[in-house]
């Protein structure tokens, strides 16, 4: 079974960047993405990347964010820039195969303080 693994979290200043990294989200995934999940709070939507289509963000992280895929390193990323407190939250790497099945990393935290 593929097993997804996030790396790239821990802790930055407000108005920092970090990159995230998603390693085995190949080509087999044809839509993979990020949710976040902030103390106290349900799990959210970040971006998603489908095969060939136009990636997707939330409104709270559109212009901040960006969402890529190295399909030869089978690797995803989130670039996040511009990084606000409320952003604070561990982060899931996800991918949705062929057959409808999803899968989902352990995460990594994010924690923007100063």
């Known amino acids: 079974q593929v097993q997804l693994v996030e790396s790239g979290g821990g802790l930055v200043q407000p108005g920092g960047s970090l990159r995230l990294s998603c390693a085995n989200a190949?080509?087999?995934?044809?839509?993979t993405g990020w949710y976040r999940q902030a103390p106290g709070k349900q799990r959210e939507l970040v971006a998603t990347?489908?095969?060939?289509?136009?990636?997707n963000y939330a409104d709270s992280v559109k212009g901040r964010f960006t969402i890529s895929k190295d399909n030869a390193k089978s690797t995803l990323y989130l670039q996040m820039n511009s990084l606000k407190p409320e952003d604070t939250a561990v982060y899931y790497c996800?991918?949705?195969?062929?057959?409808?099945?999803?899968?989902w990393g352990k995460g990594t935290l994010v924690t923007v303080s100063s």
């Open positions: 996800w991918a949705a195969d062929s057959y409808g099945m999803d899968y």
């Open positions: 190949g080509n087999i995934f044809p839509t």
């Open positions: 990347i489908p095969s060939g289509g136009s990636s």
